[in-house]
């Protein structure tokens, strides 16, 4: 079965850090990018970081840079989103999705065909 799912999310307090894992399953991580993005209550889906699985290029939206950090590991067909130094603006629920036809990062939603059903990140004190 092809998916993607995600898992890490949490509440954690100003200053915090977790990691959020996105496991493939049904396709391996080859030539395809990986995002991951966010939604918070009454606003848009944006991009926070993407990873291009054939070499390893990443991007970061401007107000993660510095504080998160995105890999892939090919044995266990999964990527990670490290996130450090959280804010309260990072809560929101968060998604991994893949965007099979091409390895290049993009930070907009259509391009990519396959999402996982999202996990849930607070940062509240």
């Known amino acids: 079965q092809v998916q993607l799912v995600e898992s890490g999310g949490d509440l954690v307090q100003p200053g915090g850090s977790l990691r959020l894992s996105c496991a493939v399953s049904?396709?391996?991580?080859?030539?395809?990018?990986i995002g991951w993005f966010r939604q918070a209550p009454g606003k848009e889906r944006e991009g926070v970081s993407c990873?291009?699985?054939?070499?390893?290029?990443?991007v970061y939206a401007d107000s993660v840079k510095g504080r998160f950090t995105i890999s892939r590991d090919y044995a266990k067909n999964t990527v990670y989103l490290q996130m450090n130094s959280l804010k309260p603006e990072d809560t929101a629920v968060y998604y991994c999705?893949?965007?099979?036809?091409?390895?290049?990062?993009?930070?907009?939603?259509?391009?990519?065909?396959?999402w996982g059903q999202g996990t849930q990140v607070t940062v509240s004190s």
């Open positions: 990873i291009s699985t054939n070499d390893g290029t990443t």
């Open positions: 999705a893949a965007r099979r036809e091409s390895f290049m990062c993009v930070m907009t939603t259509d391009p990519y065909d396959l």
């Open positions: 049904g396709f391996t991580l080859d030539y395809y990018a």
